[in-house]
């Protein structure tokens, strides 16, 4: 395929301005649908009003926009972390639980399930739960990240390994607490893992934004060291970049990111992996658009999975990482069928 | 003007001693090649200037500092070093590989899209340049490479106090390629840009280089002209190999041919 530079930037532009104007029509979306349905106007109008007593006012700005915000805030730092994983991962096919971070999540908020930590409330509007979830998942990536240092720097290859090793443990350890718990903690610990933002409260909103936000804020920093790691990480430093730091760097930030969305809407599996990946596809790998793109990219599909997981049972809710999944995956399976046309390698 | 100076470095990265002993002045403009057998060191003492790891023993200056003195960035502008695999394996466009030769400067996007094409022009790679990297094969790929660490050093007049290390920049390339790298080579080496490159080819080495530095076992076992080095003794010695050595007919080098 001939792509000039010219064409991929104007491409990667246009990307960028279609999904920011997608994205508020999905948030306007999310605040007008679920068990009470209002129209967009309507829920325009709830949203403006101020506190005026109506029952749409109150659905919508106390129930809905939390929610709503939360899902966009969250799927956009999962989706930019995933981006900068395979980025500095070297690899289309990491994500950020690569590096331990959501295995170690899980663990430590089916550990305070399991000692009946889901009964106390925490600080914050935080349950236990929640904050059981980022420890564990902070203290996993620690882990991984000490087992791939040595005096010589930190080896990408083997914190790949490390993570893979430091997952299986986790999940064993976790799969230990689900064997010996009893049935109704077990069925909260596979909820808890499906994922869900019926939890969104503004605390939690307040929480999602100050980190998602720093962290949205942080990683483009890192951009063009990113475009020089994929040529190599030695190639990276003849090129100038201080690769320890930038690693160092980016692992904290999506070890803290991802952490707290583990910890505060649970496990949503895909997003992190395949949005990166199909906005790669679309605009090639300059991470100064794949990074704003796929955060915006993410938040649109999170927002929309989240709207959609509250409609198609309403007023059953399902939880949002089967729906992020299931629209995911048809779309990414039909781009990889034209793999070839997008200069991926087979 | 020295660009480089080694002296009596030695380097053992991971133990077992890879490089003992070095001595080798460079200066502005000069083309130094490598040679030596497999597992020489030739590729280790180019990785040892990148600053892929330091040295043990010794001293190593580059432009008159200490190597380890030189702010990362600063370092970048003036040294620039093609290793001999490429791990790129991301669908980036040929233009936007040599471009990202000019991370370390801040010259603009209208004067690094000049300097790439000058560069894509001198590896013949122009007419690639809006193809995607993985879709080309092994030769074009090497090229591109190529163009990218002359793009991180390019400069139309002056190019004196820089370095450019190649670690066998030919090895895929056809007769013609090679050929009009030579020419490149030659053509930034005019300019005053030092470059220090292992080949397997000792003809094209004799071509292309001022000077040849020998090395075995991480020792360096003789440096000098072509002439000088090139000997039928140093290929029985050192590669256990009988070769004729003869006067090249442009008469300005010497031809080895293998029996």
């Not at chain 2, 030739?42 to 200056?61: H, N, Q, Y």
């Amino acid at each position: 395929m001939i792509t000039s530079i010219t064409q991929r930037r104007h491409r990667a532009r246009q990307l960028l301005v279609a999904l920011a104007a997608l994205l508020p029509l999905a948030v306007l979306t999310g605040l007008a649908s679920g068990a009470v349905s209002l129209g967009p106007l309507q829920a325009l109008r709830a949203l403006l009003a101020g506190d005026d007593g109506s029952q749409a006012a109150m659905i919508v700005q106390q129930l809905r926009l939390p929610r709503v915000l939360l899902a966009a805030v969250m799927g956009a730092t999962l989706a930019m972390s995933g981006a900068a994983m395979q980025g500095l991962f070297r690899n289309p096919l990491a994500d950020p639980s690569l590096i331990g971070v959501t295995a170690g999540a899980s663990l430590g908020a089916s550990l305070l399930i399991v000692l009946g930590g889901g009964l106390l409330q925490g600080l914050v509007g935080l349950t236990l739960v929640s904050l059981g979830a980022f420890v564990g998942g902070v203290l996993a990536v620690l882990l991984v990240y000490r087992l791939a240092s040595s005096e010589n720097g930190t080896s990408v290859a083997t914190m790949l390994l490390a993570g893979i090793a430091i997952t299986a443990l986790a999940g064993a350890v976790g799969s230990l607490l689900e064997f010996f718990t009893d049935n109704e903690r077990l069925r909260q610990i596979s909820l808890w893992k499906m994922g869900g933002l019926d939890g969104a409260n503004l605390p939690r909103l307040a929480l999602a934004s100050l980190v998602g936000g720093s962290v949205l804020l942080a990683l483009p920093r890192y951009a063009l060291a990113l475009n020089t790691l994929l040529l190599g990480e030695s190639e990276a430093r003849h090129l100038g970049i201080d690769v320890n730091h930038t690693k160092l760097a980016l692992i904290g930030w999506v070890a803290v990111g991802v952490g707290t969305s583990v910890a505060l809407v649970g496990t949503i599996a895909f997003v992190g992996l395949v949005v990166p990946h199909v906005v790669r596809l679309w605009i090639g790998p300059d991470h100064r658009y794949l990074l704003p793109a796929s955060a915006l990219a993410g938040a649109t599909l999170l927002v929309v999975a989240d709207t959609l997981s509250r409609v198609i049972l309403a007023p059953t809710e399902l939880p949002v990482g089967i729906i992020t999944a299931l629209i995911g995956v048809p779309f990414f399976i039909s781009l990889l069928r034209q793999r070839h046309h997008y200069g991926m390698q087979t | 003007m020295t660009v480089l100076a080694l002296d009596g470095v030695s380097a053992a990265p991971w133990g077992e001693p890879l490089l003992v002993d070095i001595r080798l002045p460079v200066s502005a403009g000069e083309v130094v090649a490598l040679i030596g057998p497999n597992g020489a060191g030739k590729s280790s003492l180019l990785r040892l200037i990148a600053g892929d790891f330091s040295a043990s023993a010794g001293t190593l200056e580059f432009g008159g500092r200490p190597l380890a003195d030189w702010p990362r960035r600063q370092m970048a502008q003036h040294l620039a070093f093609l290793p001999q695999l490429s791990l790129l394996n991301f669908p980036y466009t040929v233009e936007e590989v040599v471009l990202l030769g000019r991370t370390p400067h801040a010259t603009g996007a209208r004067a690094d899209r000049d300097i790439a094409h000058h560069a894509l022009g001198a590896t013949d790679t122009l007419g690639l340049r809006n193809r995607l990297y993985t879709q080309l094969s092994g030769g074009e790929r090497q090229r591109v490479q190529l163009a990218r660490v002359f793009a991180q050093l390019w400069d139309s007049d002056d190019m004196s106090g820089k370095l450019l290390l190649l670690d066998e920049p030919t090895a895929a390339l056809d007769l013609a390629h090679q050929q009009q790298l030579a020419g490149a080579i030659a053509g930034i080496a005019g300019r005053g840009c030092a470059v220090l490159l292992v080949v397997h080819d000792v003809n094209l080495a004799a071509a292309v280089g001022s000077r040849l530095l020998v090395l075995d076992r991480g020792r360096q076992v003789a440096s000098g002209t072509p002439a000088e080095v090139l000997t039928a003794a140093l290929f029985r010695d050192l590669f256990h190999a009988e070769v004729l050595v003869q006067q090249h007919p442009n008469g300005r080098q010497p031809l080895v041919i293998g029996l």
